[in-house]
């Protein structure tokens, strides 16, 4: 018999409980009497009463680890990707602290087989915390709120640069204008947008 649990049912009296991002659907799937069986008891009473799901991070036994070798050409922001993306997935995935420094460190360990150093693992490492977890598993909220600034638009060319000094340094003449000074009554900005290049123009067609 199976028993379906909605995690994000579970309210609070503060209802602080849950506040994760609103794409991750936690819903648990679990056999009665597996969880008797092997002393279940416990983690079903920490999910109904509690609001609290253990989850370690699942490893499938033929993966071989093959991350992106140190050697490659590939640029340098794409080696320390491999390991944030990992290392995030890691904190998410995985509920409790012991288990978490030890699949770090495992992931550690396969790094270094991988050509990493230990100076290139420990610059972006000493930075992940577990205590983070709560963090990582909320929604991130990003500040739109409108400022109300005028924008010069333009395309990237050699002399982009220098028309901005130049606007900056002629503002005043808009300024003395009367239509003009209502229209930007505060100095603008310039947004220089890039060309799409070849690689652009392949990978979003």
């Not at 602080?16 to 659907?25: D, E, F, L």
């Not at 009473?45 to 989850?55: A, N």
């Not at 709120?145 to 982009?160: D, E, L, V, W």
């Not at 100095?187 to 070849?198: F, Q, R």
Request: aromatic share 8%; glycine share 4%.
């Amino acid at each position: 018999m199976q028993h379906r649990c909605d995690i994000t049912n579970l309210a609070s009296p503060a209802g602080t409980r849950n506040r994760c991002s609103v794409s991750i659907a936690m819903v648990l799937l679990c056999s009665k009497p597996s969880m008797e069986s092997s002393g279940g008891g416990d983690s079903r009473k920490r999910i109904t009463e509690f609001g609290i799901l253990d989850v370690p991070c699942y490893t499938n036994p033929t993966d071989k680890f093959q991350y992106l070798h140190r050697s490659s050409s590939h640029d340098k922001n794409c080696f320390s990707s491999v390991i944030k993306g990992e290392e995030t997935r890691i904190l998410r995935n995985t509920s409790s602290k012991d288990e978490f420094n030890k699949r770090i460190k495992l992931f550690i360990d396969k790094l270094s087989r991988r050509g990493y150093t230990n100076e290139v693992v420990s610059q972006i490492f000493h930075k992940i915390r577990h205590e983070d977890r709560q963090l990582k598993l909320r929604k991130k909220q990003y500040n739109n709120k409108i400022t109300g600034r005028s924008m010069f638009i333009t395309t990237y060319h050699y002399n982009a640069e220098y028309l901005k000094k130049i606007t900056t340094k002629l503002w005043y003449i808009i300024q003395k204008d009367p239509i003009s000074k209502q229209i930007f009554k505060s100095k603008a900005d310039m947004g220089i947008k890039n060309n799409k290049n070849i690689s652009d123009m392949i990978i979003n067609h």
